[in-house]
């Protein structure tokens, strides 16, 4: 091999190992770096959406403090409860109508789907939503439990489908009534409709092409997904994943009450980078999350321009040593 030959083969030796090395590095802190920004924004995104969360549930405690306080309220609920058997009977009839004036514009003024009282054993004895009456009045809560914990104090049950057939997501909200003197005559109940706070969870502002946000709790040894998810529109409610399993791993930790950021697995079994939160008042986990190829798709365009910069070389050395 002539000299000049070896001189530049040494050239390229010499020069080409550098490179490698240093497109490695450069590799290495481009995707730590990406790695970095994109998880201090799935952070500030998560934080957001936790406090929006927290503020709007904050708005329907004042709403409910504020209900409590009604002196129309407290005076004529105990009036509908003794008359409950006699709808007819002209003090049912006036308590009814001075409850309607006040409670009709909060329940539109504060978009509720319905505001219900109930008497001293938990059955609905006013409904604002006229719809309800045939299906509600005299009768007791579909889920005991709300009335029990509402007796005690402000109480918001699970989310839950509405009335049946009925696809949308409701909670309820419940506080105890006092009268006058200060006794328990009953409780007042806020049918909350879930659709204002999803398309709010589910903005994916922020969260490019890919990324979502959602929300879960823990049910027994499950996870149970409570919003609409990006690739599972229907799964509000039915979608549930085992503590046990190795995917949706944002979400498990979540709902345990674990607050967080890293590169786990979604619920597809997808690698991702992701946050997640925990609610402590509504009991809910909240996970924001960007699959991991797009996150790092700008990593790869770069590792793809390394891989190409010795192929050049490589090129060129043929061409020194052969030259046509």
């Given at each position: 091999?002539?000299?000049?030959?070896?001189?530049?083969l040494?050239?390229?030796?010499?020069?080409?190992?550098?490179l490698?090395l240093?497109?490695?590095?450069?590799?290495?802190?481009?995707?730590?770096?990406?790695?970095?920004?994109?998880?201090?924004?799935?952070?500030?995104?998560a934080?957001?959406?936790?406090?929006k969360?927290?503020?709007?549930?904050?708005?329907?405690v004042?709403?409910v403090?504020?209900?409590?306080?009604?002196?129309?309220?407290?005076?004529?609920?105990?009036?509908?409860?003794?008359?409950?058997?006699?709808?007819t009977?002209p003090?049912?009839?006036?308590?009814?109508?001075?409850?309607?004036?006040q409670?009709?514009?909060?329940?539109?003024?504060?978009?509720?789907l319905?505001?219900?009282?109930?008497?001293?054993?938990?059955n609905?004895?006013?409904?604002g939503?006229?719809?309800?009456?045939?299906?509600?009045?005299?009768?007791p809560?579909?889920?005991?439990?709300?009335?029990?914990?509402?007796?005690?104090?402000?109480?918001?049950?699970?989310?839950?489908?509405?009335?049946?057939?009925?696809?949308?997501?409701?909670?309820?909200?419940t506080?105890?009534?006092?009268?006058?003197?200060?006794?328990?005559?009953?409780?007042?109940?806020?049918?909350?409709?879930?659709?204002?706070?999803?398309?709010?969870i589910?903005?994916?502002?922020?969260?490019?092409?890919?990324?979502e946000?959602?929300?879960?709790?823990?049910?027994?040894?499950?996870?149970?997904?409570?919003?609409?998810?990006?690739?599972?529109?229907?799964?509000?409610l039915?979608?549930?994943?085992?503590?046990?399993e190795?995917?949706?791993?944002?979400?498990?930790?979540a709902?345990?009450?674990e607050?967080?950021?890293?590169?786990?697995?979604?619920?597809r079994?997808?690698?991702v980078?992701?946050a997640?939160r925990?609610?402590?008042y509504?009991?809910?986990g909240?996970?924001?999350k960007?699959d991991?190829?797009?996150v790092?798709?700008?990593?790869?365009?770069?590792?793809?321009?390394i891989?190409?910069?010795?192929?050049?070389?490589?090129?060129?050395?043929v061409?020194?040593?052969?030259?046509a």
């Amino acid at each position: 091999m002539p000299l000049k030959s070896k001189f530049i083969l040494l050239f390229f030796a010499f020069t080409l190992i550098p490179l490698v090395l240093f497109g490695a590095i450069v590799f290495s802190q481009a995707r730590n770096i990406l790695r970095t920004v994109r998880t201090a924004q799935l952070d500030a995104i998560a934080d957001l959406k936790k406090d929006k969360i927290e503020t709007f549930f904050q708005e329907r405690v004042a709403d409910v403090r504020s209900a409590q306080a009604f002196r129309n309220i407290r005076t004529n609920l105990p009036v509908l409860s003794a008359y409950a058997g006699d709808r007819t009977a002209p003090a049912y009839v006036q308590a009814k109508k001075a409850l309607d004036d006040q409670m009709k514009t909060f329940q539109q003024a504060f978009g509720y789907l319905d505001v219900m009282l109930l008497d001293d054993r938990g059955n609905v004895v006013y409904t604002g939503n006229d719809g309800h009456s045939v299906v509600e009045l005299d009768l007791p809560l579909r889920n005991r439990k709300v009335f029990e914990e509402g007796k005690k104090g402000i109480y918001f049950s699970d989310v839950f489908f509405g009335m049946e057939g009925d696809r949308r997501i409701e909670m309820i909200g419940t506080a105890p009534i006092r009268d006058l003197r200060g006794a328990f005559v009953g409780a007042i109940v806020l049918e909350i409709d879930m659709a204002p706070i999803f398309k709010f969870i589910q903005d994916a502002t922020g969260l490019g092409t890919t990324g979502e946000a959602l929300i879960v709790r823990q049910k027994g040894k499950e996870t149970l997904f409570l919003s609409p998810l990006r690739h599972d529109p229907n799964a509000a409610l039915v979608k549930v994943v085992s503590l046990r399993e190795k995917i949706a791993l944002p979400a498990i930790k979540a709902a345990k009450g674990e607050n967080g950021s890293g590169i786990s697995y979604d619920y597809r079994g997808e690698e991702v980078l992701a946050a997640w939160r925990y609610i402590p008042y509504l009991r809910w986990g909240l996970v924001t999350k960007i699959d991991a190829s797009e996150v790092f798709a700008p990593v790869g365009q770069l590792l793809t321009v390394i891989i190409c910069v010795p192929s050049m070389f490589d090129s060129l050395e043929v061409q020194v040593l052969y030259p046509a």
